[in-house]
Every structure is written in structure tokens, then in C-alpha cells.
């Protein structure tokens, strides 16, 4: 296979990837998308468990889970959010 096709089928396939990730991410309805990765060594299947951990408080995470528990999760969509701050703006007008 030739080096300009080897491009191709490796543009092809990221790119369908990324659109299955954003269609997953449009359903889901993140607030925001941390990404964490399982080692060092860029190995596939290969996780550290110290190393994930580490990412993981200095991120905040404990901190995030234990707030939402408190029961401040707030979540709207982008339409609720407009909305609400347009009705905002003309009280204010």
C-alpha cells in the first residue's frame, strides 16, 4: 500500500471516530470532558493504577463528586441557560 493510501485510510478512520465521539457526546449532554490517560507510555490496555490517581486529584475530581453529592449539581441545557439569562437581561433593561 502506498504511502499516500496508508494517509487516506488513516484519515478515513479518524475521522469517523471523532464523529462517533462528538454524535456520544451530543446525546450525553457534557458540561465538560476531562480526559485522563491510563499511562505514560502510550500503551493500549495498559492501566496505572498510581499514575490514573494522581490525574485524578489534581483535577479536582474528588472535590467535584463530593460537591454534587451535597446536591449543587446544576444542570441545564444551553437553551434553558439562554433563556434564562435573556429574561435576566430585560428585568434589568
Not at 3 to 32: E, G, M, R, Y
Request: charged share 20%.
Amino acid at each position: 500500500m502506498s504511502c499516500i493510501c496508508k494517509f487516506f485510510v488513516l484519515f478515513f478512520i479518524s475521522q469517523n471516530s471523532l464523529t462517533d465521539l462528538i454524535n456520544k457526546l451530543q446525546v450525553a449532554k457534557p458540561h465538560f470532558v476531562r480526559c485522563i490517560k491510563p499511562n505514560t507510555s502510550k500503551e493500549a490496555f495498559k492501566f496505572v493504577p498510581d499514575y490514573v490517581l494522581a490525574q485524578l486529584r489534581y483535577t479536582g475530581i474528588s472535590e467535584t463528586v463530593k460537591i454534587r453529592k451535597f446536591g449543587y449539581a446544576l444542570r441545564v441545557t444551553y437553551h434553558e441557560f439562554l433563556v434564562r439569562r435573556v429574561q435576566s437581561w430585560f428585568r434589568f433593561m
